[in-house]
């Protein structure tokens, strides 16, 4: 343990105040670079968390997104019988998460979500994959899409610089203002 060993405590806390001093020197804060981070960490990562308000609070599960669209609206597919179709029908507000433990990068989208199920959108949202789940396809009842629509995003990417004061303790945070999105 660190606590019982004072030469590796030492090292633990300069590797920690060298990585801090590398990312402070790279820090970049414009509302085009968060966004920039943020799409580059949503495209590279294959799932993505989404977390709706059930009856007992919070409840998260993993999905496997679309790629976001260019105002980030991100589509999701799943049954219209779920859990999270129930929830979202009851509060339709939501949470998206990132995480790229590789690139030190964290992305995390407030919003809200739209239960889409006419035939024309459960085609464009569906992966041929999604035939191991949903056996009649988009054009079965057990398929709708869900289209989540941020109205705030909050990114944390070391390794591309967005790395607020104080260093580690908040995200950059975008709120979408008159159709753009604006660093708070």
Known sequence: ????????????????????????????????????????????????????????????????????RDDFAVWLGTSPASRKVAELRADDRATLVYQDDARAACVSLVGRVRILDSVEVRRKGFMPMWWAFFPEGPE?????????????IEVWDASRGITPEPFGLRSAELTRETGRWVLA
């Open 1 to 68: 343990m660190l606590r019982d060993n004072p030469f590796l405590t030492r090292i633990v806390k300069a590797l920690a105040a060298a990585f801090r001093r590398r990312s402070r020197g790279k820090h970049v804060e414009t509302a085009e670079a968060a966004l920039q981070a943020a799409r580059r960490t949503m495209m590279r990562k294959k799932y993505c968390l989404l977390t709706t308000m059930g009856a007992d609070g919070p409840s998260a599960r993993v999905l496997q997104p679309f790629p976001p």
């Open 140 to 152: 079965g009842d057990d398929f709708v899409v869900l289209c989540f629509e941020p109205h705030r």
